[in-house]
């Protein structure tokens, strides 16, 4: 009776272990250890165990494979890094010692549940409601990693991260437009799935053009798919963004059209700011290394500075300082008198 009772408890616990094996998720066997692929993470979750990990990333249509590590409970979610996917040509980084690499495409999605198959956008992730028990789709990163004009990525390892809290830290290029208070800022990716700058200058960053009593602050404006920093003045609602100031003739104008379209000079004294020739579509802008114009001479060339010239000029604001003649800071007023004036601001409004 003894013996039969053990059987039977032999039985029953061989049982189990093959009823346990048989549920167990296909993407298991699969699993390489000891292993990180790291190129293309956009997002870190931590506190997650494995197999919420793997669920993270099925509920994004981002995501294509995880890195895991066990003992820091700690979660990176991978766009795709291969065109074609196998075992073999992933490439890995250095140092993947604790690691977990796995592939979505040896997960059965349908352990997400009702979210298995689901048809969110790329920077969105599926979450089932609670009060409905339906799926729905919710915003999970910010689609891109800003790229700035006059900045460049310090964050390294993590300057793929897109997702909703994530933190880039950029350094203002040294060739260009460069202000020493404002040179390190981030941008973080806010809940509405869009980046912002977290610093601008403080209020006391009055510039030195005494001329100009308005405080400008730095801020992180938006050119279609990329961004620049740049001085703004706010007056009565209105927002002002300063693409030129001339006060003090430190500053040499006359560059060429590769100095224009990157900008040059001091946020705190004079500069010619980045990208400002992106408001004037249609216009053509002339450098002496560029003649654009429709004079039989190059009117850059002859004026000192870069400009939109027609035959040539009515105004010259980046003409050489402290001349006064017409190929110096020069304005045409409307009773046909010309000025010439030691301070300029130039601005555009934005709305």
Same mark, same amino acid.
């Given at each position: 009776?003894?013996?039969?009772?053990?059987?039977?408890?032999?039985?029953?616990?061989?049982s189990?272990?093959?009823?346990?094996?048989?549920?167990?998720?296909?993407?298991?066997?699969k699993?390489?250890?000891?292993?990180?692929?790291?190129?293309e993470?956009?997002?870190?979750?931590?506190?997650?165990?494995?197999?919420?990990?793997?669920?993270?990333?099925?509920? =994004?249509? =981002?995501?294509?494979?995880?890195?895991?590590?066990r003992?820091?409970?700690?979660?990176?979610?991978?766009?795709?890094?291969?065109?074609?996917y196998?075992q073999?040509?992933?490439?890995?980084?250095?140092?993947?010692?604790?690691?977990?690499?796995?592939?979505?495409?040896?997960?059965?999605?349908?352990?997400?549940?009702?979210?298995?198959?689901?048809?969110?956008?790329?920077?969105?992730?599926?979450?089932?409601?609670?009060?409905k028990?339906?799926? !729905?789709?919710?915003?999970?990163?910010?689609?891109?990693?800003?790229?700035?004009?006059?900045?460049?990525s310090?964050?390294n390892?993590k300057?793929?991260?897109?997702?909703?809290?994530?933190?880039?830290?950029?350094?203002?290029?040294e060739?260009?437009?460069?202000?020493?208070?404002?040179?390190?800022?981030?941008?973080?990716?806010?809940?509405?799935?869009?980046?912002?700058?977290?610093?601008?200058?403080?209020?006391?960053?009055?510039?030195?053009?005494?001329?100009?009593?308005?405080?400008?602050?730095?801020?992180?404006?938006?050119?279609?798919?990329?961004f620049?920093?740049?001085?703004?003045?706010?007056?009565?609602?209105?927002?002002?963004?300063?693409?030129?100031?001339?006060?003090?003739?430190?500053?040499?104008?006359? =560059?060429?059209?590769?100095?224009? !379209?990157?900008g040059?000079g001091?946020?705190?004294?004079?500069?010619w700011?980045v990208?400002?020739?992106?408001?004037?579509?249609?216009?053509?802008?002339?450098?002496?290394?560029?003649?654009?114009?429709?004079?039989?001479?190059?009117?850059?060339e !002859?004026?000192?500075g870069?400009?939109?010239f027609?035959?040539?000029?009515?105004?010259?604001p980046?003409?050489?300082?402290?001349?006064?003649?017409?190929?110096?800071i020069?304005?045409?007023?409307?009773?046909?008198?010309?000025?010439?004036?030691?301070h300029?601001?130039?601005?555009?409004? !934005?709305?």
């Open positions: 009776m003894y013996f039969v009772n053990l059987n039977v408890f032999l039985l029953s616990f061989l189990i272990i093959v009823q346990c094996d048989l549920t167990m998720p296909s993407g298991f066997s699993i390489q250890w000891n292993h990180r692929e790291k190129e993470t956009f997002m870190e979750l931590e506190g997650l165990n494995f197999i919420d990990c793997v669920e993270q990333c099925l509920l =994004r249509n =981002r995501c294509f494979s995880v890195n895991y590590l003992r820091k409970l700690h979660c990176e979610l991978n766009s795709e890094a291969v065109q074609y196998n073999s040509n992933v490439i890995f980084n250095e140092d993947p010692s604790g690691y977990i690499y796995s592939h979505m495409s040896d997960w059965d999605a349908n352990i997400v549940g009702k979210c298995a198959n689901h048809n969110c956008g790329l920077n969105e992730r599926c979450v089932v409601s609670k009060a028990a339906e799926q !729905k789709c919710e915003l999970s990163d910010c689609g891109f990693v800003p790229v700035f004009l006059n900045a460049d310090v964050t390892e300057d793929t991260y897109i997702g909703i809290g994530s933190r880039l830290t950029f350094k203002l290029t060739t260009l437009l460069s202000e020493p208070k404002d040179r390190d800022f981030e941008m973080i990716c806010q809940n509405d799935g869009v980046w912002s700058s977290s610093l601008t200058a403080n209020s006391s960053d009055e510039a030195e053009c005494s001329f100009l009593n308005q405080q400008a602050i730095i801020e992180t404006l938006q050119l279609g798919s990329e620049v920093r740049i001085p703004v003045i706010k007056e009565d609602g209105q927002k002002w963004v300063l693409i030129q100031r001339r006060c003090t003739g430190t500053v040499d104008f006359n =560059r060429t059209m590769n100095e224009y !379209k990157g040059f001091s946020l705190n004294s004079e500069f700011i990208e400002a020739l992106s408001y004037f579509n249609g216009m053509m802008f002339s450098t002496w290394d560029e003649d654009r114009d429709y004079s039989t001479t190059s009117c850059a !002859k004026n000192g870069g400009w939109w027609r035959e040539c000029h009515q105004a010259n980046n003409g050489a300082y402290g001349v006064h003649e017409t190929w110096g020069s304005w045409l007023m409307t009773n046909n008198q010309w000025i010439y004036p030691s300029i601001v130039l601005m555009v409004g !934005k709305s």
